[in-house]
């Protein structure tokens, strides 16, 4: 089992930025590919972005690649996504997500067997 616990959500004004943070626990951390979806209000679970075991290989979906960026700390056990220039479309419960194929960059939930509570981020026009 891997627990993950997400935080670093809030409110901020559009262009302003955050940094979520996912901390690990249970089995190795280093085994898993970690990623990033959000769900807004009335809309399906979508991928934000992916990192593989080793942080080597990223991927982001369009809507904010150039924007946010995903990072690992296998030491602390912890994989970060920095916000940028954020948007009110970015409004959203953020999820972190771990998945057992750590060489990879998965951006299917069905990939991914842990996942978080959820923290909300809130962004103001």
């Known amino acids: 089992q891997v627990q993950l616990v997400e935080s670093g959500g809030g409110l901020v004004h559009t262009g302003g930025s955050l940094r979520l943070s996912c901390a690990a626990s249970?089995?190795?951390?280093?085994?898993?590919?970690m990623g990033w979806f959000r769900q807004a209000p009335g809309k399906e679970r979508e991928f934000v972005s992916a990192i593989s075991w080793s942080g080597g290989s990223t991927r982001y979906a369009d809507s904010v690649k150039g924007r946010f960026t995903i990072s690992r700390d296998n030491a602390l056990n912890t994989v970060y996504l920095q916000m940028n220039t954020l948007k009110p479309e970015d409004t959203a419960v953020y999820y972190c997500?771990?998945?057992?194929?750590?060489?990879?960059?998965?951006?299917?939930?069905?990939?991914?067997?842990?996942w978080g509570q959820g923290t909300q981020v809130t962004v103001s026009s």
């Open positions: 249970g089995r190795t951390f280093s085994n898993y590919a």
């Open positions: 997500a771990a998945a057992a194929i750590s060489s990879t960059t998965p951006a299917r939930a069905v990939n991914y067997g842990y």
